[in-house]
């Protein structure tokens, strides 16, 4: 089955804890992303990558890594959380289609800091 | 900072009612996508429009975009309860950059 995973899918932490948040895509997709969901503020983007090894800067970008090593993995990476980052987090890959990517997004991780 | 603003944030409606919900920008895109997202799960796409007046038809759902490619709008005929949800737009830039922007989102809630 097509699908983006994420894992896990609900985590608690203290501030400060580095965290890795996985997400993998079995679809063959080039472009990946990662977005943060807030009530009020919708969906923000907080990295993006257009193939392996190519990764850059969304709107919200503070206080997260990437990384794009393999095609069908991209790990959001916290090294030092904090409450401010608390929320859910969801993972996007997608296929070029006449110059836009068509996503398709995971379950959504739900992240508290402490 | 390129927004775009979706109106109206809530919206509740009796089954066969019809709506339109708006998605604005300042700002040029290269094309605008339409996402669903019901509780507890990612949002899921709708549709893309790419050309500027560009029409989509998807059964009871119309999407448009503007002449300019700052706005677009979906329109649904005769809701039913299992449109509810929340309705996303999302522009995506190539100018220098591959972001998506999305709008705040429309919470549809259709009544039987």
């Known amino acids: 089955e097509a699908q983006v995973t994420q894992n896990p899918r609900y985590l608690i932490t203290v501030t400060g804890k580095k965290l890795t948040v996985t997400c993998s895509q079995n679809?063959?997709?080039?472009?990946m992303s990662w977005y943060r969901q807030d009530p009020g503020l919708g969906l923000r983007q907080i990295y993006y990558?257009?193939?392996?090894?190519?990764?850059d800067k969304g709107d919200v970008p503070e206080g997260y890594k990437v990384s794009r090593k393999e095609k069908r993995n991209f790990p959001l990476i916290l090294e030092s959380p904090s409450p401010n980052q608390t929320s859910l987090y969801f993972c996007?890959?997608?296929?070029?289609?006449?110059?836009?990517?068509?996503?398709?997004f995971g379950p959504g991780t739900r992240l508290t800091v402490l | 900072t390129q927004l775009l603003e979706q109106s109206p944030q809530f919206l509740s409606i009796q089954e066969g009612e019809n709506l339109t919900v708006y998605c604005n920008s300042s700002?040029?895109?290269?094309?605008l996508q339409w996402y669903r997202q019901e509780p507890g799960e990612g949002p899921v796409l709708l549709v893309t429009?790419?050309?500027?007046?560009e029409v989509k038809k998807l059964k009871r759902l119309t999407f448009q975009f503007g002449d300019a490619r700052k706005d677009s709008s979906l329109h649904i005929t005769a809701a039913q309860p299992g449109d509810t949800g929340l309705y996303l737009c999302?522009?995506?830039?190539?100018?220098?950059?591959?972001?998506?922007?999305f709008g705040t989102g429309t919470r549809l809630k259709v009544l039987a």
């Open positions: 996007a890959s997608g296929y070029r289609d006449r110059g836009h990517y068509e996503q398709f």
């Open positions: 679809m063959n997709h080039e472009y």
């Open positions: 990558s257009m193939n392996v090894e190519v990764t």
């Open positions: 700002s040029v895109f290269s094309s």
């Open positions: 429009v790419v050309t500027g007046g």
């Open positions: 999302a522009g995506f830039t190539t100018s220098g950059t591959y972001k998506y922007i």
